[in-house]
Structures are given as structure tokens and as C-alpha cells.
T-cell receptor, first 113, second 111 residues
Framework: EAQVTQNPRYLITVTGKKLTVTCSQN?????MSWYRQDPGLGLRQIYY???????DKGDVPEGYKVSRKEKRNFPLILESPSPNQTSLYFC????????????FGPGTRLTVT | AQSVAQPEDQVNVAEGNPLTVKCTYS??????LFWYVQYPNRGLQFLLK??????LVKGSYGFEAEFNKSQTSFHLKKPSALVSDSALYFC?????????FGQGTTLQVKP
């Protein structure tokens, strides 16, 4: 089954404790992206990757890191999480180009206390 | 700058009635337009998209959307709403590969 998987689905952590949210897709997509969803703000892009070893900042990259060492994986790293990073996070993948729909993972709900 | 506006936070409709969820956009050049739906505790699912051609686009679950270039709108429609259509709907625009989302509209369909 074609899908995007994320782990963990739920995470409660404390300020400053490094964490990684994994994302993997099995559709051989070149483009991958991370979003955060906050009430009233829709989805905002954090980082994206056009291909392996190619990543770039989205609209809200502060406090986040990413890497793309393999085509299928695109982990999101929070080196020192803060409470304002409490949010719902989505990973997505697609074929390259603006006309392709993105496939979304199930989401990771992160709470930073 | 590209932007998407969904002017209604919530739309309420009775089951069996037609529904419309509104979306307007601002983007330079020719946009690609999308609608996604999010059910509770789920990721976003693609509903439909406009790339070029016919202004009326048909998608999943009986939904359709009308592209209006002069009004820069891309409203989502369905002729007869179902209770199971109740969800959060997002409009999105792209012309460079990056998706810009609206803030979302909650659709509530009452029996």
C-alpha cells in the first residue's frame, strides 16, 4: 500500500530534550516536506526537500533541522524543543513539480512542557 | 506573495442539501489549486485539483470545484451533503511546487 508513515504519533517531552520525528514514504517520491498545523493558521511549511541531499527552508524553519540521506526518509529534528513548538506535525511527499498532489502522513502530535 | 483565504471558519448544512466551501487565492502566474480534507485524528487526504482546462473539476466522494480566474476563486461544492462529509477542509495553491494552505473550514453536516 502506498503510504507515508510517521513515528511517533504522539509525543510529550520537556523543554530542551532533543527529539526526532521520523518520516518514510514508499512511493519513490523525490519531493518531501514537513508542515506544522496550528488552529486558525492552517498548515505551514517547515522544511522541504527536492531530492536526496537537497533541503531548503520553508516558512517557519526556526528551531528545526532536517536531513535527506535516503530518498524514502526525511526525519525532522528538534535539537532543543520549546513550548511554542507544541503542535501537530505532518510529513508529506509527492512527485516533483507544482501540479502533483501531496500524500500526507497520519501526523505527530507533539507537546513540549 | 502567494496566499489563500478561506473566509468561513465553519459551514453548517443539512444532510441532503448542497454545500459550498469558499476559497480565494492570490498568486502570480498560473496557479495549481487543490482541495484536501482532514478527518479527526487523520492526515490530509487529497480531494481534487485544478491544473488547466475545464473550469469545473470533479474529485473524490462526489465533490467538485469551480475555478474562476476573474474572481480568483476555487470554491468546493457538492450537490447533496452527507453527515460523513463533516470534516476540516483545506484549500491550497502552488505554482512553484510549494503548497500554500488556507486556514481551513470546518464543515458540519447535520442529519
Amino acid at each position: 500500500e502506498a503510504q507515508v508513515t510517521q513515528n511517533p504519533r504522539y509525543l510529550i517531552t520537556v523543554t530542551g530534550k532533543k527529539l526526532t520525528v521520523t518520516c518514510s514514504q514508499n512511493m519513490n517520491h523525490e519531493y518531501m516536506s514537513w508542515y506544522r498545523q496550528d488552529p486558525g493558521l492552517g498548515l505551514r511549511q517547515i522544511y522541504y526537500s527536492m531530492n536526496v541531499e537537497v533541503t531548503d527552508k520553508g516558512d517557519v524553519p526556526e528551531g528545526y533541522k532536517v536531513s535527506r540521506k535516503e530518498k524514502r526518509n526525511f526525519p525532522l529534528i528538534l535539537e532543543s524543543p520549546s513550548p511554542n513548538q507544541t503542535s501537530l506535525y505532518f510529513c508529506a511527499s509527492s512527485n516533483p513539480g507544482g501540479g502533483y498532489e501531496q500524500y500526507f502522513g497520519p501526523g505527530t502530535r507533539l507537546t513540549v512542557t | 506573495a502567494q496566499s489563500v483565504a478561506q473566509p468561513e471558519d465553519q459551514v453548517n448544512v443539512a444532510e441532503g442539501n448542497p454545500l459550498t466551501v469558499k476559497c480565494t487565492y492570490s498568486v502570480s502566474g498560473n496557479p495549481y489549486l487543490f482541495w484536501y480534507v482532514q478527518y479527526p485524528n487523520r492526515g490530509l487526504q487529497f480531494l481534487l485539483k485544478y491544473i488547466t482546462g475545464d473550469n469545473l473539476v470533479k474529485g473524490s466522494y462526489g465533490f467538485e470545484a469551480e475555478f474562476n480566474k476573474s474572481q480568483t476563486s476555487f470554491h468546493l461544492k457538492k450537490p447533496s451533503a452527507l453527515v460523513s462529509d463533516s470534516a476540516l477542509y483545506f484549500c491550497a495553491v502552488s505554482n512553484t511546487g510549494k503548497l500554500i494552505f488556507g486556514q481551513g473550514t470546518t464543515l458540519q453536516v447535520k442529519p
